[in-house]
């Protein structure tokens, strides 16, 4: 009865040191993939804060400016008037902010926006599946998609309201003005 009860053990210990090597060599050589300028930018569907479903790919034929931002980040809070400004004047010519909150409440995030004048799309990535799937790090990080889905520049940190003027404009469909 010994000698079985030792071979069970032994072979649940040699199980859970497999495992823990599988991770520790998955973590150190096996490099996940970043989303990279000249890619497709990957399609998401996430709800804003009263419930409306937006998907990335139903935004194809217009510029993105795609947001990843808290309520907590002080960056995010100085650009977030900027792009509001910007919006204005960008919105009728094909261009679309979507800022993607990471990891907070409706509550927090409907708070911001009344804080902050927000007159843009905003939606909540509560479980940070569509931050990872961009590798986003640091908050805020802007991804400029153009008209046909691509990405053509990932900028980390914050802006000022001339940068995302340009970076707006350079996103701008062919023939809007």
Not at 58 to 69: A, D, R, T, Y
Not at 75 to 102: H, S, W
Request: hydrophobic share 40%.
């Amino acid at each position: 009865m010994k000698k079985k009860r030792f071979y069970i053990r032994t072979g649940i210990l040699l199980v859970l040191l497999a495992a823990l090597g599988y991770t520790l060599y998955s973590a150190v050589f096996q490099k996940t993939e970043s989303v990279a300028v000249g890619e497709k930018a990957p399609n998401f569907s996430l709800e804003d804060v009263d419930g409306n479903r937006l998907k990335l790919d139903e935004l194809k034929g217009k510029g993105v400016f795609l947001n990843f931002w808290g309520t907590w980040c002080e960056p995010c809070k100085r650009e977030f008037p900027y792009m509001a400004n910007q919006y204005k004047v960008f919105k009728d010519q094909g261009v679309e902010i979507v800022a993607v909150n990471v990891g907070e409440s409706n509550l927090a995030v409907r708070n911001f926006m009344k804080d902050y004048g927000v007159n843009f799309p905003v939606v909540l990535d509560k479980d940070r599946q569509v931050l990872n799937a961009y590798d986003v790090t640091p908050l805020p990080t802007t991804f400029l998609i153009n008209p046909d889905g691509e990405i053509v520049k990932v900028v980390s940190g914050t802006m000022t309201e001339r940068m995302i003027h340009d970076y707006m404009n350079m996103i701008k469909p062919e023939g809007s003005s």
